[in-house]
Structures are given as structure tokens and as C-alpha cells.
């Protein structure tokens, strides 16, 4: 896989979830809040898969230095997200029990479900943090 496609390959697949997870909650819910918070969070993750892609000292960045920091950005990203549902959790859960009522779940709609998500991007975050720093040193 060339430099080229591995950027836009992981720009897509950071970028692209985060902007329908903010433009369809902010639909849902009928506040633009969350359509802001996915345009926010998702410059920001090109700019830190940017800098992830640079090159260091002539080498090209690995992929678990690239896990490891858009994994760093989505965990507070996530809790960011759970605190604005948090703010008004009614609106989210009308929004999607009117819009889709086949595919409504309450876990779907609860804080709690994006906190534990954020939690998991920390986790995923240190793992991926380590797993650089190991892989660093085997080379």
C-alpha cells in the first residue's frame, strides 16, 4: 500500500464515522450542537492523522503510532459526545424512536453508552501507545 492510499485510506475511515455519527444525532435530536461537534472533531482528526503521517528522522510512521494517536483523540471526542447527550438525553430518544422506530434501542440514546465507548478509545489508546513504543525498539 503506497503512502498516498494509506492516507486517505485512514482519513476516510476516521473521518467519514464521525461526520454521520454528528450530522445524524444532530437530526435526531434537532440540535445543532452535534453537527458541530463532528465537523470539530473531524478537522481535528485530519490534522492529527497529518502529523501521524509525516515522516520521523527519514522513516515513515507506523501504523500502530497512527491506532495510537487517532485512538487518543476519539476517546475524549466520545466523552465530549456523551456529555452533550448527557445535557438533553429526551431529545436524542424521541428524535430516534420517531424517525426509526425499528432500530431504536435505549442504549443507543444513553450517555452511558458513549462514556463506555471513550473509555474503550483510552484503552485502545495506551495499547496502541505501547505497542509503538515496542515496536520502536524491536526495530
Excluded: C, Q
Excluded at 56 to 62: K, L
Aim: proline share 4%.
Amino acid at each position: 500500500m503506497t503512502a498516498r492510499t494509506a492516507w486517505y485510506s485512514a482519513l476516510l475511515g476516521t473521518v467519514t464515522p464521525v461526520l454521520l455519527l454528528g450530522f445524524a444525532t444532530s437530526a435526531l435530536a434537532n440540535r445543532l450542537v452535534f453537527a458541530g461537534w463532528g465537523i470539530g472533531v473531524a478537522l481535528v482528526a485530519a490534522l492529527v492523522l497529518r502529523r501521524a503521517f509525516e515522516t520521523t528522522w527519514g522513516r515513515p510512521a507506523s501504523g500502530w503510532r497512527i491506532a495510537a494517536r487517532t485512538s487518543a483523540l476519539l476517546a475524549p471526542a466520545l466523552a465530549l459526545f456523551a456529555w452533550l447527550v448527557a445535557r438533553d438525553p429526551e431529545s436524542l430518544d424521541v428524535g430516534l424512536r420517531a424517525v426509526l422506530p425499528r432500530l431504536y434501542t435505549p442504549l443507543a440514546t444513553r450517555a452511558a453508552t458513549y462514556y463506555s465507548l471513550a473509555a474503550a478509545a483510552a484503552g485502545a489508546a495506551t495499547a496502541s501507545t505501547l505497542a509503538a513504543v515496542w515496536h520502536r525498539k524491536g526495530s
